[in-house]
């Protein structure tokens, strides 16, 4: 079995991706970019833990939470700006690399309760939208606990606005 391909193949393959997303999003695409859009976006998913439509399925919303999350160098702490139910996007100049498997620690103080929460950084630097305004890391959460996905679904329906779509 092939060793899997480094972090910059993937990160090559998310910039080709973004640069798909925009232009669909924007312009349009072609028949035979948007059939690559699909294969790029099969591709990334299954390296980062995206299953169907689950990592979407609900909207983005802008709230402020205070993150802890471990780098191999030292214990970091940020804020989430955007909350989805498949992932976030965190406020921090320390973003590890792209493919880093970490663990967001959210305090919730509402309900006296810490979420663990795994995920991998799927993006660094760039939001939704593939904004660049904010320095951050966006992660795509792994597999959750049915208690852990309860409590992240009920801390999504209390959090603010929807977040603007750039």
């Known amino acids: ?3 899997a391909p480094p972090v910059r193949d993937h990160l090559s393959l998310f910039r080709e991706y973004a640069g798909l997303e925009q232009k669909r999003t924007g312009v349009g695409v072609s028949p035979l970019e948007y059939q690559r859009w699909l294969d790029l976006e099969q591709r990334l998913a299954s390296k980062f ?3 169907g439509d689950d990592a979407n399925s ?3 919303r802008e709230t402020r ?3 802890e999350f471990r780098t191999p ?6 804020y989430i700006c955007e909350l ?3 992932g976030v996007f965190v406020n921090t100049p320390f973003a590890p690399e792209i493919g880093t498997e970490l663990v967001l620690s959210i305090c919730i103080r509402t309900i006296q309760q810490t979420l663990e929460l795994p995920g991998v950084v799927a993006t660094n630097n760039v939001s939704a939208g593939f904004s660049t305004e904010f320095l951050g890391m966006g992660v795509h959460f792994g597999k959750l606990e049915p208690e852990t996905r309860q409590v992240l679904d009920d801390l999504l329906a209390g959090v603010g606005p929807p977040a603007r779509e750039a």
């Not at 160098?73 to 940020?78: G, I, M, S, T, Y």
């Open 73 to 78: 160098e030292e214990l970091r702490h940020a």
């Open 49 to 51: 833990g995206r299953q």
């Open 58 to 60: 609900s909207e983005r």
């Open 84 to 86: 989805a139910r498949g």
């Open 1 to 3: 079995m092939a060793d």
């Open 65 to 67: 939470l205070r993150v």
